[in-house]
């Protein structure tokens, strides 16, 4: 970028749009202490011009359009902070990558899906398209895999990648409250959306980080295959407060690795050991652990979102461009990125945590255990909590690692016993 003073645009004023703004305003000096550029903000867009907001917004440069805002303004660098993974998001960085614009997004979900097309866009136009912020926050975790770890051979990327869902889980740990009782705490404080939490909660918003991830630590094009998502929706204190009992505790881990060079994606609820790293991320906290040759093991921590966190990897991107710094949007061209071939995620395997409500009468016990006997699924431990007043029984069982299709074959089987009176609950060890 040769000229010295960079215009810019941000397009969303909400949560995060409003928050980055103010950051762009106030540290002006410091951005040009640090890269040498002026910039100067010269069109913003929302929805409603006239909405109150946390910081006062200069409603002479409001456009009711974003489009409007490439076609009548001279722009080097747009924020697109919608979030929409298609339409008017889509729309807008496309056209700006076509216009030669550098784009900035925290959008996740425009990333996980439309990334291929938007990062070959911007490589065709020699811009970046810089995205930090959609995976972990404040995290600089892609930036750590495409400099920082840029030569290691990475072969499995994990962690805590939703804030929400790490609240909830931990809270309810702490307080003894219901699934219900801590979503709504979590709405109150701004932890989770108020009007529709489903993609926080079902795994979805962990997935489509799992998706970036997978494809800059593989160096590969962005997976589409349906992979194991699982959210924590239908977890219950109950369990939370067994795993608790057997030195666990339940997080919502999304995991990516290369098994033989195939893909395995997942996101799912998982028993992790209380005295494990991953065990003792709490709150709203999010980490991931990078593995790989030669750094071993890397571990990142930090909060997963918000607007401070979130407007800090922006304003990240935002200097690395303006220092110069113009690279293909994944690590490497669009060319040489590959698709990936997927692991068989049937074959996989992992030790599981069951809770089977029963009818409390004799035989049951033993019509459990010939079911995973037939499925070839081997028990580690029992433990078995009567409700006398109730005539029922929980009964817990770890099993050794099963592989996956025996795993739901035995769930079938268990979900059709007329002595199991409630849905069994699965949770697979990490
Ligand atoms: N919130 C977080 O902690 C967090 C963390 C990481 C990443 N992110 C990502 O950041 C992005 C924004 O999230 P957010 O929480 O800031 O969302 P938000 O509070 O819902 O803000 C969305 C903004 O987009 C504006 N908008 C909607 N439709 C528009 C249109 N057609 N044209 C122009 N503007 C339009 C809205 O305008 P009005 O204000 O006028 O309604 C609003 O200002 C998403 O991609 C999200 O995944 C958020």
């Known amino acids: 970028m040769i000229n010295k003073k960079i215009n810019i645009a941000v397009i969303g004023l909400g949560q995060v749009g409003n928050y980055l703004l103010n950051e762009l305003n106030t540290k002006k000096k410091d951005i040009e202490l640090k890269t040498g550029k002026k910039i100067e903000i010269v069109a913003i867009s ?12 200069n409603k002479s440069i409001f456009f009711k359009n974003p489009i409007d805002i490439i076609e009548n303004k001279k722009i080097n660098i747009l924020f697109e902070v919608i979030g929409h993974s298609d339409g008017i998001s889509k729309k807008i960085v496309e056209t700006a990558l076509k216009n030669k614009i550098h784009v900035i997004t925290p959008n996740k979900a425009l990333i996980a899906k439309h990334g291929d097309y938007l990062s070959k866009l911007a490589e065709k136009n020699k811009v970046n398209l810089e995205f930090e912020a959609s995976v972990a926050g404040g995290i600089p975790i892609l930036r750590t895999i495409k400099e920082g770890l840029a030569t290691n051979k990475l072969i499995r990327v994990y962690g805590i990648l939703n804030g929400t869902c790490n609240y909830i889980l931990s809270e309810m740990e702490k307080t003894k409250d219901s699934f219900k009782s801590v979503l709504k705490k979590a709405q109150s ?34 997976s589409k295959k349906n992979c194991l998502m699982e959210g924590i929706e239908n977890l219950e204190y109950k369990d939370i407060e067994i795993a608790s009992q057997l030195n666990f505790r339940i997080k919502l881990l999304g995991i990516t690795e290369l098994i033989n060079g195939k893909l395995f994606e997942r996101v799912h ?26 750094i071993g093991e890397s571990v990142l921590q930090g909060e997963g979102a918000g607007p401070g966190a979130t407007s800090s990897a922006l304003m990240s991107d935002l200097l690395s461009i303006l220092r110069g710094n113009i690279k293909y949007p994944f690590g490497i061209p669009d060319i040489k990125r590959k698709k990936s071939l997927s692991y068989n995620e049937k074959v996989s395997s992992n030790s599981l945590y069951l809770r089977l409500e029963v009818k409390d009468k004799p035989g049951v016990l033993s019509e459990i255990t010939k079911l995973l006997a037939n499925n ?17 029984a929980s009964i817990i069982i770890i099993t050794h690692r099963a592989l996956e299709y025996r795993s739901q074959n035995l769930i079938n089987s268990l979900k059709r016993n007329k002595n199991i009176i409630k849905k069994p609950v699965q949770i697979r060890l990490f």
């Open 46 to 57: 929302a929805k409603n011009k006239n909405k109150k907001r946390r910081f006062k917004i």
């Open 189 to 222: 404080l701004g932890y989770a959306e108020p009007e529709n939490p489903k993609l926080d909660l079902n795994g979805y918003d962990a997935f489509a980080k799992i998706r970036i991830l997978s494809s800059l630590a593989f160096n590969k094009k962005i």
């Open 269 to 294: 609820p998982s028993l992790v050991k209380k005295d494990s790293y991953i065990g003792n991320v709490n709150g709203v906290m999010n980490a991931v652990i990078v593995e790989g040759k030669p």
């Open 376 to 392: 070839k699924i081997s028990i580690e431990r029992v433990i078995q909590i009567p409700d006398h007043k109730k005539k029922s």
